[in-house]
């Protein structure tokens, strides 16, 4: 499987920014598709999460209310729209892809659920 994200740039604080994630390769072994950020000199943080089996969202306490992770099946394609964004959401996005099959609330919120990740995509919010 193959992650690749894309949307990242320049914006300012309030503004709001679309990363996509395309996946492509074996996509039938993923249940699950997650963005992860990484600022520099911190650790790699969790996002937001999407199961393919019924559409169940998992988001960051820092993002809540602000971002929105949606998928296309058909189009093997996850999108996290960033609205209100701050300074602080400065970071290195990546998404990755989780093979196995969790269900109920708290799934594919770790970095050891996931076997596959993609590039990064930078996202830069000035003050």
């Known amino acids: 499987v193959q992650l690749q994200a894309s949307g990242g740039g320049l914006v300012q604080a309030g503004g709001s920014l679309r990363l996509s994630c395309a996946a492509s390769?074996?996509?039938?072994?993923?249940?699950?598709i997650g963005w992860f950020r990484q600022a520099p000199g911190r650790q790699r943080e969790f996002v937001a999460a999407?199961?393919?089996?019924?559409?169940?969202?998992e988001y960051g306490d820092s993002v809540k209310g602000r971002f929105t992770v949606s998928g296309d099946n058909a189009e093997n394609t996850v999108h996290l729209q960033m609205n209100g964004l701050k300074p602080e959401d400065t970071a290195v996005y990546y998404c990755?892809?989780?093979?196995?099959?969790?269900?109920?609330?708290?799934?594919?919120?770790?970095?050891?659920?996931?076997?596959?990740w993609g590039q990064g995509t930078l996202v830069t919010v000035s003050s």
């Open positions: 990755a892809g989780a093979t196995y099959l969790c269900v109920g609330s708290g799934c594919y919120d770790e970095e050891y659920e996931y076997a596959y």
């Open positions: 390769g074996r996509t039938f072994r993923t249940n699950a």
């Open positions: 999407i199961s393919w089996i019924g559409g169940r969202t």
